[in-house]
């Protein structure tokens, strides 16, 4: 890890060494309190205080601010939170749509299968209910919440050349019934509004 800013102070530039130091030992190996375990020590300064409402606390701690700020999009570039979980995302992507104030629309995926592949009993196999509530890894859920002014990030290449690529983030400006637009904010193309269907 690589950390460059013009004017920084000495004490702060050891701060990011000793940092940069603890990542590289985490790598090696060579940090593990317990070997057979993989358990390491997190040091106090990188812990969030423990809250009641977990969610709540690192939403606190990355986005403060957020109801007077959300439409900012220098706000919003510069934070971001990251889980390990699929199912730690949806938990926050919820929390946090709640939180937004304005009205929402949900997209929905088809919910079901092709008539052309399937014989008249197969239908049976393959209920709505059981294939709406299929998460995979990759696989976008049955069900997305957005609101305008919300950030999103692409999960998959729609449009390279537009540049529409996996990790591209964007705030949404508009809710259609087949489409959203937004504005990219991430990327090559920062600022140009675009259509995804």
């Known amino acids: 890890?690589?950390?460059?800013?013009?004017?920084?102070?000495?004490?702060?530039?050891?701060?990011?060494?000793s940092f940069d130091r603890w990542l590289l030992?985490?790598?090696d190996g060579s940090l593990y309190e317990n070997p057979a375990h993989e358990l390491i020590k997190i040091p106090p300064e990188l812990c969030s205080p423990t809250t009641e409402n977990p969610l709540e606390g690192i939403v606190g701690e990355v986005y403060s601010s957020l109801l007077e700020n959300y439409k900012d999009i220098a706000y919003i570039k510069e934070r971001a939170i990251l889980t390990p979980k699929n199912e730690t995302v949806h938990e926050l992507n919820d929390?946090?749509?709640?939180?937004?104030?304005?009205?929402?629309?949900t997209y929905l995926s088809s919910d079901s299968v092709c008539k052309v592949s399937?014989?008249?009993?197969?239908?049976?196999l393959y209920?709505?209910?059981?294939?709406n509530s299929l998460r995979f890894s990759g696989v976008p859920n049955h069900d997305i919440r957005l609101k305008e002014g919300t950030p999103i990030m692409l999960l998959r290449n729609?449009?390279?050349?537009?540049?529409?690529?996996?990790?591209?983030?964007?705030?949404v400006t508009r809710l259609g019934k087949w489409s959203i637009r937004g504005d990219i904010i991430s990327g090559a193309k920062v600022g140009q509004n675009i259509t995804i269907p």
């Open 127 to 131: 209920p709505p209910e059981f294939l």
């Open 1 to 17: 890890m690589r950390l460059h800013r013009e004017g920084i102070d000495e004490i702060e530039a050891e701060k990011i060494s």
């Open 158 to 171: 729609l449009n390279q050349s537009a540049g529409l690529y996996n990790g591209t983030r964007l705030i």
């Open 95 to 105: 929390f946090l749509m709640n939180m937004i104030p304005g009205e929402g629309r």
């Open 118 to 124: 399937i014989k008249a009993d197969d239908n049976l």
């Open 25 to 27: 030992q985490i790598g």
